[in-house]
C-alpha cells in the first residue's frame, strides 16, 4: 500500500509513475491502474498537460475520510479550548455549545452519528 506523501504549499507531489492517461483509464484499467493502485498512495488523471483528477483506491478514500472526520473534531474541540482560555483570561461569559455546533455545520444528524455522542433534548 502507498506510503508517504509529502506535500509542499497544499499540493501533494507525485511521480510520474502515478500518471494514468484517459485512454488507459477506458481501455487498460485491470492492467494498467489496478496494479498502481496498490503500489502508489493515489493515481493523477491528466487531460493534456494539466491533472484534472486524483484516483484513489477505496481502502485510501476511507482514511482519508477517516482523518477528515478526526480533524473536524479536533477543530471542535481546539475551538472550545481556546473559548474556555479566553474566557478564564477575561473573565467573559463562554458562548453556547449549540452556537458553537451551529457555526461549525455540524447537525443533529451528524452528532448523531458520531458513535461517542448522546444527545439529550433540553
Not at 493502485?37 to 477517516?66: C, Q, V
Not at 472550545?80 to 477575561?90: A, M, P, Q, S
Request: net charge negative; aromatic share 6%; with cysteine.
Amino acid at each position: 500500500m502507498g506510503g508517504f506523501v509529502p506535500v509542499m504549499k497544499g499540493k501533494p507531489l507525485f511521480s510520474s509513475d502515478q500518471i494514468v492517461t484517459i485512454s488507459d483509464l477506458q481501455r487498460k484499467w485491470r492492467s494498467v491502474v489496478e496494479p498502481k493502485l496498490h503500489e502508489m498512495p493515489f493515481l493523477m488523471m491528466f487531460s493534456g498537460s494539466e491533472p484534472r483528477a486524483t484516483i484513489l483506491s477505496y481502502d485510501n478514500f476511507k482514511k482519508l475520510w477517516e482523518k477528515v472526520a478526526e480533524a473536524a473534531e479536533l477543530e471542535l474541540k481546539l475551538e472550545l479550548l481556546c473559548r474556555i482560555l479566553e474566557n478564564e483570561k477575561g473573565g467573559q461569559a463562554l458562548v453556547p455549545l449549540a452556537e458553537v455546533i451551529k457555526k461549525a455545520g455540524i447537525t443533529a444528524e451528524d452528532l448523531e452519528a458520531a458513535p461517542d455522542v448522546d444527545l439529550e433534548n433540553d
